[in-house]
Each structure stands twice: as C-alpha cells, then as structure tokens.
C-alpha cells in the first residue's frame, strides 16, 4: 500500500517570504500522479498543484511550484512571495496511475503566515 | 461553474441512530468518491463509484453502506451511529481521463 508522509505538522511564514513544505511518499509503481490541497478555515478542500509522474518537469502555479524528485520520492511544495490567504492546511496527496483513483493523503502541514 | 454540491452541511445524530448524506457531483462527472475526516485528521478514503458501479473500497464500516443513482448522485448511509463516526465527510467527483477530484463542501456529522 501506498503511504504518504508530511514531517513538518506545523511551518510558519512571513508574509511576502518564501516556504517549503515537504512530502515524502512510499510506492512501487512507476505510474501515479500527485497533488498538493489546501483546506483552508472553512475546511474546502481546493487543489493548489499537481504532477504527474511521468513528467519531469516541475509543475508551477502561479506562486506555487514543486520539486518533484522521483528517485527519492519527495514532493515538496514551494509557495513564493507568501500572502495571509495562503494560512491553511496543507495536504500531500498521492493517486495511483493504474490500480484505483482513490488520494491517500498526508497527514497536513499546518501554515501560519504572520504580516 | 457547477460544483460538487452535498447535503445536509451539518447533522447532529444521538448514537446508534441513522443518517444519510447525499451527493451531487459536477454535471457529466462519471465517478464519486466518499472521505472521511476526522478531528485534526487527514481525509481518509471510504469507496468510489464509477458509472454508478462500486470501483474501489476503502476503510468503510460495515455499517456504512453507499450507492449512486442513475442520475449520478450518490447517497452514504451510515446505521448504528458511533461517537468516532462524527467526523467531516466530503464527496467529490471526477470525470474520466482527468487526474483532479473536485471536492465538495462536505457535511459536518456530530454524533451525541
């Protein structure tokens, strides 16, 4: 089974700085994608980012980007010039590209963002 | 844009009681996936349907049970209700041959 691993539970920011959250996850397939989601307050679950793996290329949204690295199995989110909506929990998540679409999520990064 | 809608937002239950969440998924969206959300919880997978055909089963109690209608919208029936059941349940819908799940709002079940 696939499991997905966030070792930061809580980061903080300074508005208009920069963050990392990182992600690590567990698999044996070579087919899968991945995705960041933010759940704000209100506790939607919004889509931030996501990759695929095959792509080498590091996704980017906007402010939002990812360092995919596929040997090491790390998916870590980098959030640039950081603003007060962005203070929310974060998810990793991880869906396989052949057996199921069911997201196996992280266990969340909490981010403060302080102004 | 249309979006997933649930309902109730909120239900408030006395235990060993039943209650239904209902789903209604993004218009021409093939699959419906149920989560389950804990207190200080990630989301964790419950089952999924496609084409109103169960597809995949996750950490569903057995007395939970869920299916969709042939107009795509999917019901959670939960018997017995449990303390630890009072959770935050989202449902979201995909269409095939597109990686994202669109969640829903989700609905907020406390169980007394």
């Known amino acids: 089974a696939q499991t997905v691993t966030q070792s930061q539970p809580e980061m903080s920011v300074q508005e208009a700085e920069t963050v990392t959250l990182s992600c690590t996850y567990d698999?044996?397939?070579?087919?899968?994608?991945l995705f960041w989601y933010k759940q704000p307050p209100s506790r939607q679950m919004i889509l931030v980012i996501r990759?695929?793996?095959?792509?080498?290329q590091n996704a980017t949204e906007n402010r939002f980007s990812v360092n995919f690295q596929k040997a090491a199995k790390s998916f870590s989110l980098k959030i640039s010039d950081s603003q007060l909506g962005d203070a929310a929990m974060y998810f990793c998540?991880?869906?396989?590209?052949?057996?199921?679409?069911?997201?196996?999520f992280g266990e969340g990064t909490q981010l403060t963002v302080n102004p | 844009a249309a979006g997933v809608i649930q309902s109730p937002r909120h239900l408030i239950k006395e235990k060993r009681e039943t209650a239904t969440l209902k789903c209604y998924p993004i218009?021409?969206?093939?699959?419906v996936y149920w989560y389950q959300q804990g207190p200080g919880q990630d989301p964790q997978f419950l089952i999924s349907?496609?084409?109103?055909?169960?597809?995949d089963k996750g950490s569903i109690p057995d007395r939970f049970s869920a299916q969709q209608f042939s107009d795509y919208h999917s019901e959670l029936n939960m018997s017995s209700l449990e303390l630890g059941d009072s959770a935050l349940y989202f449902c979201?819908?995909?269409?095939?041959?597109?990686?994202?799940?669109?969640f829903g709002p989700g609905t907020r079940l406390t169980v007394l």
């Open positions: 979201a819908s995909r269409t095939s041959g597109y990686n994202e799940q669109f």
């Open positions: 698999t044996s397939e070579s087919d899968y994608y």
């Open positions: 990759q695929e793996a095959y792509k080498q």
């Open positions: 998540a991880y869906r396989s590209g052949t057996s199921g679409s069911r997201l196996t």
């Open positions: 218009p021409r969206h093939d699959t």
């Open positions: 349907f496609y084409e109103k055909m169960q597809s």
